[in-house]
């Protein structure tokens, strides 16, 4: 994976190496904005798609998935909660809503979104899409 401006979107993005179909060297320089933080763009990312849109994220973990969930820091923002019924609902800051709707899926029936709307309507979606896939 690189970190690059995208001419396209005009924004920084994150590319797949394996998806660059072509390159060409330009005399023109590209200067890395100084308010750019490498830090600050990949501290809220699960994974490597960062489409950019900040979301608060609230998901019940069930147990034994709410053990394996605590045991880690998964984002800096990251706080849990640990219910009386041994699950735990963890909130966090996410960019975009597609590496965590993976990862909550990852998790089965021991997950459950909580919000964001947008991120328990496209749960919603996906699970009916499989269902259909299974049925």
Partial sequence: YVIGHCSLREDIR???LARIEKIKVLSESYHIPLNFS???YMQ???DLINP???YNVEIRFFHPASVWVSEKIWLPTQK???LKDDSIIFRAKVNGLT???RW???YGSLAK???PKDLVDKLKMEIETMAGTYG
């Fill in 14 to 16: 994150i590319f797949k």
């Fill in 113 to 115: 979104a909580l919000k």
């Fill in 99 to 101: 590496d965590i709707k």
């Fill in 52 to 54: 950019g849109k900040e």
């Fill in 44 to 46: 809220n990312t699960l």
């Fill in 38 to 40: 490498i830090t600050s």
């Fill in 80 to 82: 849990i909660v640990w």
């Fill in 104 to 106: 909550v899926l990852g």
